[in-house]
T-cell receptor
Framework: SAVISQKPSRDICQRGTSLTIQCQVDSQVTMMFWYRQQPGQSLTLIAT?????????ESGFVIDKFPISRPNLTFSTLTVSNMSPEDSSIYLC?????????FGSGTRLTVV | DAKTTQPPSMDCAEGRAANLPCNHS???????VYWYRQIHSQGPQYIIH???NNETNEMASLIITEDRKSSTLILPHATLRDTAVYYCIAHPTGTASKLTFGTGTRLQVTL
């Protein structure tokens, strides 16, 4: 199955700034996803990263806050914009192989 | 994805079998039962999946009832490294659509 490299693994950011998280897959995959995991909670899907077109966002998430790029079949970025302390979470990317999903190790974001 | 129901937590002694139940009474005919686990501070890890037959791999066994309304993940000889949150997900395979996580079962393996 695919292997995902996600970076940075963690960061501490000032409120009002933006952070871009990168996700690199070692093989071409059709679908990539971005999740958020708030402290003590399960994973919540932010959006599906579509190659060559705009991402598909879930209810409660908007492009202005979480812009996503997917320039090719192996790479995607998620930006957390104009951050506030409420954005402190773990952000994870995922890639869909034909019959299973692989996840990155996550980015632990703390906003101060 | 069909809704699944799991107990919030379970304990298991090291070396014993851990049996994690999952109810998925509204599962559709094209949905498989997937199991993932998340060890603390790591991304979720695929364990196993099945449609209606029992499945076994190097990590675990999956037992699905004949009516497909429930399943059990079995870790035959649990170790401390199996302490994690285990997620049961009903999801169609081959479509590469989004995966929806429930709250999972927190398994604590103890000495």
């Amino acid at each position: 199955s695919a292997v995902i490299s996600q970076k940075p693994s963690r960061d501490i950011c000032q409120r009002g700034t933006s952070l871009t998280i990168q996700c690199q897959v070692d093989s071409q995959v059709t679908m990539m996803f971005w999740y958020r995991q708030q402290p003590g909670q399960s994973l919540t899907l932010i959006a599906t990263a579509n190659q060559g077109s705009e991402a598909t966002y879930e209810s409660g998430f908007v492009i202005d806050k979480f812009p996503i790029s997917r320039p090719n079949l192996t790479f995607s970025t998620l930006t957390v914009s104009n951050m506030s302390p409420e954005d402190s979470s773990i952000y994870l990317c995922s890639a869909a192989d034909p019959d299973r999903y692989t996840f990155g190790s996550g980015t632990r974001l703390t906003v101060v | 994805d069909a809704k699944t129901t799991q107990p919030p937590s379970m304990d298991c002694a090291e070396g014993r079998a851990a049996n994690l139940p999952c109810n998925h009474s509204t599962i559709s005919g094209n949905e498989y039962v997937y199991w993932y686990r998340q060890i603390h501070s790591q991304g979720p890890q695929y364990i196993i999946h099945g449609l209606k037959n029992n499945e076994t791999n190097e990590m675990a066994s999956l037992i699905i009832t004949e009516d497909r309304k429930s399943s059990t993940l079995i870790l035959p000889h649990a170790t401390l490294r199996d302490t994690a949150v285990y997620y049961c997900i009903a999801h169609p395979t081959g479509t590469a659509s989004k995966l929806t996580f429930g709250t999972g079962t927190r398994l604590q393996v103890t000495l």
